[in-house]
């Protein structure tokens, strides 16, 4: 920590608490208490129950659940291949040729994702490409509005690799091909693990642009939670909203577990 007095710690974790409590972990709190309550009167849920778990776990939610870990982990994979591969191409172009990529990746990002929504139902829904109704709209959805995040990610990466490790390959004799996939890619595996977890995650929370292409056999989890809770059905909304954390949290801390183990390679 850069406060080094006792007090000044004792401060800043005093800070940290007052602002991470209310703002990040009460909110979070408030869901898991309200999966398990029968009633709500007050301050506080009345009445425990885990029937709501049930729901949550089978039938429409869990096939929801699996449409939503199949779209996110296509479109983590497709955003790391499109977006890493334009990190590393970009590197190579001159300062002119990499503000305009920047500034192409980072467009979806810029707009709100309702409008990146529109704009892939409206460009999919015609022959040559007509994927409106189909799982693809949603997922190709997903890869672009997730690209953005591992073109930042790697590109940050490919700016702190030293171009020692390159540079003696290439003098050894090494071709570029094989300085990439042999020298450039291990170097760069921790941060590729670190986009795809923030990929994942991003794809399974989203809503917006979610509602405006999702077919009725491909229904993923957040657009559950919606339906279920615009229903009346909060107590049920909650438990798919735990459910959608803990798959979530999972898959992350595996992403991480990799990671670690990348960064020790």
Not at 165 to 175: K, V
């Amino acid at each position: 920590m850069l406060v080094h007095s006792k007090s000044g710690k004792w401060a800043t974790w005093g800070v940290f608490f007052v602002l991470f409590l209310p703002l990040f972990a009460l909110p979070l709190l408030v869901i898991v208490a309200a999966s398990f309550a029968t009633n709500w009167s007050g301050a506080f849920p009345s009445g425990v129950t885990g029937s709501h778990y049930s729901a949550a776990t089978s039938g429409d939610s869990l096939a929801a659940l699996t449409t939503s870990l199949v779209t996110a982990v296509t479109a983590s994979v497709l955003a790391l291949l499109v977006g890493g591969w334009a990190a590393l191409a970009a590197a190579s172009l001159k300062k002119g040729g990499r503000r305009a990529m920047d500034a192409l990746f980072m467009l979806p990002v810029a707009v709100p994702s309702v409008v990146v929504g529109l704009a892939v139902l409206v460009a999919f829904s015609k022959p040559p490409m007509l994927l409106n109704g189909t799982r693809w709209i949603v997922i190709i959805a997903h890869t672009i509005l997730v690209t953005a995040f591992a073109y930042q990610s790697v590109s940050a990466a490919i700016v702190r690799l030293d171009p020692v490790y390159e540079q003696a390959a290439a003098s050894l004799g090494a071709r570029p091909a094989y300085v990439l996939w042999k020298v450039k890619l291990p170097l760069l595996l921790p941060s590729l693990n670190a986009a795809a977890g923030l990929c994942f995650a991003l794809s399974m929370g989203e809503l917006s642009a979610t509602m405006m292409l999702y077919p009725p056999d491909w229904m993923p989890l957040p657009v559950q939670i919606y339906a279920t809770t615009d229903r009346g059905s909060l107590f049920t909304g909650s438990a798919i909203a735990v459910v959608l954390m803990a798959a979530t949290l999972i898959v992350l801390l595996a992403v991480s577990r990799i990671r670690t183990k990348a960064s020790y390679r």
